[in-house]
């Protein structure tokens, strides 16, 4: 009920682009009508199991994250472009300047994460 109450004052539904997340208590919102947007949030002390660690930095080692950082990265960039034929655990991203780029045919996604108060948060858009 407070989501819709917040969409509606905020007027976000005339927004072309949307994307909610939150997590244990913290909401985030991103909107363009220019944009795809995805947003998600996550507390960096959030569990994940030895396996999926191993799978989510499988393809991103390199970047130098925690798990639950790419993972951040992986749900936003999922939220704003998803491919049915791959999981989004199998996202392989590159760092670029500031922002984790994701390629994929035709199409780029541009990640961008940050760590606030003990949460990661990541937009992503194209």
Known sequence: MRSRFFIQNLELFKRKYISISHSK???????????????????MDRLISKNLSKKILKNNSDLNLSPIQVWTIMESSYKCHSNE?????????KKENNFFIRKKEKVTV??????????????SFV
């Not at 034929?85 to 991203?93: A, D, G, P, Q, R």
């Open 25 to 43: 208590g913290l909401s985030a919102v991103a909107c363009s009508d220019e944009f795809r947007v995805g947003i998600d949030i996550e507390l």
């Open 110 to 123: 541009k990640s961008i994460l940050t760590i606030i108060n003990n949460t990661s948060l990541s937009l």
């Open 85 to 93: 034929k791959e999981h989004f655990t199998e996202y392989s991203f």
